[in-house]
């Protein structure tokens, strides 16, 4: 059975501090490592992908991958009101092709000002 | 900035009733999919589709459910005799191609309502 696990939170910053959001998967040979923000009730609105191991940036978020560990996390500096939603960690298993996502249950994010 | 697109946004059916699901994916998009979530659950995958077939299918996608590209445009998701359970949010994707680097992006989605 291929899992993404995900602590649902909610995690609580304030604003201005980094947020760690944190998944774990156990398909060994997954591929690809997505990270999408959804809004109650809206659709996952992609945030980043990261399928090497290290670190990637974009503006203020930052991937970080560590496939040994089977571990991938989403680090948000400056956290802003805004950036209060649930974050879904998805994965694309190794099944032979790209076909699908796993997504996790999502970690809920609250910053309060 | 070209988006996917789902039609209607809220359906209600009864129990026992055929709905159709639409979604236009973005234009140059070559893969369709689609994924459930039921009200605080995970998003689930159901169906992948290229070159006009099934790439891909997971166990909740039996004789129940069809897929269907009808035009140059549109892709459907046909659920025959709904059940209360098929109550959820429904969502299409689409992706350029399929590929490690490929990021999958998401409709709004169509709240189904089973009655």
């Known amino acids: 059975q291929k899992e993404v696990e995900q602590n649902s939170g909610p995690l609580s910053v304030p604003e201005g501090a980094i947020a760690s959001l944190n998944c774990t998967y156990s398909?060994?040979?997954?591929?690809?490592f997505f990270w999408y923000r959804q809004y109650s009730g809206k659709s996952p609105e992609l945030i980043m992908f990261?399928?090497?191991?290290g670190d990637k940036e974009d503006g203020r978020f930052t991937a970080q991958l560590n496939k040994a560990s089977q571990y991938v996390s989403l680090l948000i500096r400056d956290s802003q009101p805004s950036d209060s939603a649930t974050y879904l960690c998805a994965v694309i298993p190794f099944s032979g092709g790209y076909n699908k996502l796993i997504f996790g249950a999502g970690t809920r994010l609250a910053v309060h000002p | 900035e070209p988006e996917v697109t789902q039609t209607p946004s809220h359906q209600v059916t009864q129990m026992g009733q055929e709905v159709i699901l639409r979604c236009v994916p973005i234009?140059?998009?070559?893969?369709f999919y689609w994924y459930r979530q039921i009200l605080g659950q995970k998003v689930e995958f159901l169906v992948s589709?290229?070159?006009?077939?099934?790439?891909?299918k997971s166990e909740i996608f039996d004789d129940q459910f069809s897929v269907e590209r009808p035009d140059g445009s549109n892709f459907t998701l046909k659920i025959r005799s709904t059940k209360l359970e098929d109550s959820a949010m429904y969502f299409c994707a689409s992706s350029e191609w399929a590929g490690e680097s490929q990021p999958q992006h998401f409709g709004d989605g169509t709240r189904l309502s089973i009655l």
């Open positions: 589709f290229y070159n006009n077939e099934i790439s891909e």
């Open positions: 398909d060994r040979g997954s591929q690809s």
């Open positions: 234009s140059n998009h070559l893969y």
């Open positions: 990261i399928y090497s191991n």
